[in-house]
């Protein structure tokens, strides 16, 4: 039986609806900094799961030149971290421990981005197919998911959706969410929260309460859900017409479980330009080999990485062809000028939406 790695994050937290009886192991305490793994053993891979990069942004809240996915981090556009990991560093990973491969991988991005990365849709050969985003988030998951069901013809059980805004996910984190999941039926990356949060309700002027910091948890991804669910929950949230901003809240508005698998807190999402600065010393320090994908022109995606920087100045696709070649310093600078910006005080915290 397969060993999940000592250093994973591990599950032990179920979120609020109702437990199973299935999830005995679960202790309802709150984790120390390691916790161990209580679904370990049992794990067999990843045969049954999917994946869901999202990056279907396009950057207009961010009034960035280019969506942040195609920024470039450490010499590499943001997402390809998010692909080479689930179409070669976890593969790679599986044949060396004797798991099955992810089933399939779904690229959600704007079509006007996609002949960008169809050499490497083409190079990777049915593994990884486009998705188009929606709307919002929750849009985008469901095209996605759509995706996954038709390309797979519905056999795959469970889909695991990651933001391509979190290039630093590691394989630790993917076996232990992929595996709570496949034990629990749904389960999210997290960690507790170490900042003091305070609820405002006049727009941030004065504080109305400190919500108690013991019991919240700030949460990453992927999030991983059984299909089936998710099917289930989009059908809810449509004939209701919920709110939400993540893919759990959807297991979550059905009463169901959803395990919280403690991450590491360097699984940043990419939304200022500090996290940026971050992220590559993060990546620095992780000293890890280089990014190779197939379809990139000579394997190596840095090659090819300004070829992805798309100047958004003209909606129109066919700035695409030839692509727009431009310095990622610049790119970087504008998406600082559009924080300051962006960080307005009188500006109002907005919902969560995919298109920021
Ligand atoms: C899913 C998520 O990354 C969890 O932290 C977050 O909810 C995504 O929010 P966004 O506003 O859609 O980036």
């Not at 994050?9 to 202790?27: I, Q, Y």
């Not at 999917?50 to 996915?69: D, E, N, V």
């Not at 079509?111 to 849009?139: C, H, T, W």
Request: with cysteine; glycine share 8%.
């Amino acid at each position: 039986a397969f060993t999940l790695p000592d250093h994973r994050a591990s599950s032990n937290l179920v979120s609020r609806s109702r437990r199973t009886p299935s999830s005995s192991p679960v202790t309802t305490n709150l984790p120390s900094l390691h916790a161990t793994s209580t679904t370990s053993n049992d794990f067999t891979g990843f045969g049954n799961t999917g994946f869901l990069i999202l990056a279907g942004g396009t950057g207009s809240r961010m009034k960035s030149s280019i969506p942040k996915q195609f920024l470039t981090l450490s010499s590499h556009p943001v997402l390809h971290y998010s692909l080479h990991l689930f179409l070669e560093k976890l593969p790679n990973y599986c044949k060396q421990h004797n798991l099955s491969p992810p089933c399939k991988v779904v690229l959600v991005m704007d079509p006007m981005y996609q002949p960008e990365y169809q050499s490497i849709v083409d190079a990777y050969d049915g593994q990884l197919v486009f998705a188009n985003p929606g709307k919002e988030r929750q849009g985008s998951v469901e095209n996605g998911l759509n995706k996954l069901v038709e390309s797979t013809s519905g056999t795959c059980e469970y889909v695991a959706v990651h933001d391509s805004a979190r290039p630093l996910v590691t394989i630790p984190e993917i076996l232990a969410v992929v595996s709570d999941a496949q034990n629990c039926g749904a389960a999210v990356l997290g960690v507790p929260c170490k900042a003091t949060i305070k609820e405002s309700d006049d727009g941030g002027a004065t504080v109305l309460r400190t919500i108690p910091r013991e019991r919240l948890w700030e949460v990453h991804t992927p999030q991983v859900v059984r299909v089936e669910a998710l099917l289930r929950g989009f059908a809810k949230v449509e004939a209701e017409n919920l709110a939400v901003t993540d893919d759990v809240s959807i297991i979550e508005a059905l009463g169901e479980t959803v395990r919280l698998t403690r991450g590491e807190y360097a699984n940043l999402k990419i939304t200022t330009p500090e996290d940026m600065d971050v992220a590559s010393a993060i990546l620095r320090e992780r000293g890890e080999g280089d990014i190779v994908l197939k379809g990139t022109g000579g394997g190596v995606s840095g090659s090819s990485s300004e070829s992805v920087v798309v100047d958004d100045s003209s909606s129109s696709p066919s700035m695409l062809f030839p692509p727009v070649k431009r310095a990622s310093e610049k790119a970087y600078n504008s998406m600082k000028e559009v924080r300051f910006i962006d960080m307005d005080r009188d500006s109002k915290p907005t919902p969560s939406r995919w298109h920021e």
